[in-house]
């Protein structure tokens, strides 16, 4: 069974610019979720969708969005990019019920210049 | 809020060393509980989870048990391997509803020397 797929795996963009990244699950889950990852606010919860809908969210500002569409794929994008934001950003699956495991992908990491 | 508070890194060990990685959480109710393990250069794995007071996870040889009355779940290992070497982070889901919202600790760096 394949994993949490995300792409791509590295990014290099410039500050102003915006950025989208995908996430695959695995097949059967309906629940995607995103955390951001840094060496000093360590890992940090943006949003989670379930089937199509956002269902819970973190304390991000309005220029980290997200969406998920109808065979769970979504994807994060984030606008007007600043320094503060190079980061590794993973996503997580699972199936949705409040006591499913997250799997996690490997994860895009982001660089902004 | 809630949180989550790891004993800080990094924790160097000879291989065959018992290994303890203290964790604490504040939040109210009864949350659910994780270890996640992180390779480098990879996403995080679920080690072990326990869900209510008293439960124990266990899993590789690890082993972490929900303590309600001292809000700890701490990580253990009798004899670790060099392959153990990784980042630990400890997690708590604070309702059954919030579905993939974690809050995950800092992070303790162990590294495993032969």
């Known amino acids: 069974k394949a994993g949490v797929t995300q792409t791509p795996r590295y990014l290099i963009k410039t500050r102003g610019q915006q950025v989208t990244l995908s996430c695959s699950p695995i097949?059967?889950?309906?629940?995607v979720s995103w955390y951001q990852q840094t060496p000093g606010q360590g890992l940090q919860f943006l949003f989670e969708y379930f089937s199509e809908t956002q269902r819970n969210k973190g304390n991000f500002p309005g220029r980290f969005s997200g969406r998920q569409f109808s065979n769970s794929r979504s994807e994060m994008n984030v606008s007007t990019l600043e320094l503060g934001d190079s980061a590794l950003y993973l996503c997580a699956s699972s199936l949705g019920g409040g006591d499913s495991p997250l799997h996690f992908g490997n994860g895009t990491r982001l660089t902004v210049t | 809020g809630d949180s989550v508070t790891q004993m800080e890194g990094p924790v160097t060990l000879s291989e065959e060393a018992f290994l303890t990685i203290n964790c604490t959480y504040t939040?109210?109710?009864?949350?659910?509980l994780f270890w996640y393990v992180q390779y480098p250069g990879e996403g995080l794995q679920l080690l072990l989870k326990?869900?209510?007071?008293?439960d124990k996870g266990s899993n590789k040889g690890f082993e972490a048990t929900y303590r309600k009355e001292t809000t700890s779940f701490h990580l253990e290992k009798g004899s670790v391997q060099v392959s153990d070497s990784a980042v630990y982070f400890c997690?708590?889901?604070?309702?059954?509803?919030?579905?993939?919202?974690?809050?995950f600790g800092q992070g303790t760096e162990l590294s495993v020397k032969p």
């Open positions: 939040a109210t109710g009864y949350p659910s």
């Open positions: 097949s059967g889950h309906r629940s």
């Open positions: 326990a869900t209510k007071a008293d």
């Open positions: 997690a708590l889901r604070r309702t059954y509803n919030q579905g993939g919202k974690l809050i």
